[in-house]
Nanobody, 126 residues
Framework: QLQLVESGGGLVQPGGSLRLSCAVS????????IGWFRQAPGKEREGVSR????????KYAASVRGRFTISRDIAKSAVYLQMTSLEPADNGIYYC???????????????????WGQGTQVTVSS
């Protein structure tokens, strides 16, 4: 059973940066695409970014493109989300999730992901 554990959330001022980590166990990153999602209170879960199982393909939601960067470390079995120029609109619980399938479209749709972490809170506030 694949397990994912997020860390790195916290309180940051607008314009600041955070790096989230997703530790993956019970499987190898080479077999799964990993996505990052977020959910703000009262809102639906939103796909933020994804890195393919090969690591060669990354995708970003329009709202974060140019500010967030997804990466991974195979040796550490971890996926990272570097977030910069944070805004209050980035508030929410951030989740990482694993998808066993490659995607041609709807890559940031939460329904295609099979395994989920418990989430880490990100708060952007002055």
């Amino acid at each position: 059973q694949l397990q994912l554990v997020e860390s790195g959330g916290g309180l940051v001022q607008p314009g600041g940066s955070l790096r989230l980590s997703c530790a993956v166990s019970g499987g190898t990153l080479n077999d799964y695409a990993i996505g990052w999602f977020r959910q703000a209170p009262g809102k639906e879960r939103e796909g933020v970014s994804r890195i393919s199982a090969s690591g060669a393909i990354t995708k970003y939601a329009a709202s974060v493109r140019g500010r967030f960067t997804i990466s991974r470390d195979i040796a550490k079995s971890a996926v990272y989300l570097q977030m910069t120029s944070l805004e209050p609109a980035d508030n929410g619980i951030y989740y990482c999730a694993a998808d066993r399938q490659s995607c041609g479209s709807m890559c940031l749709s939460s329904g295609r992901y099979d395994y989920w972490g418990q989430g880490t809170q990100v708060t952007v506030s002055s």
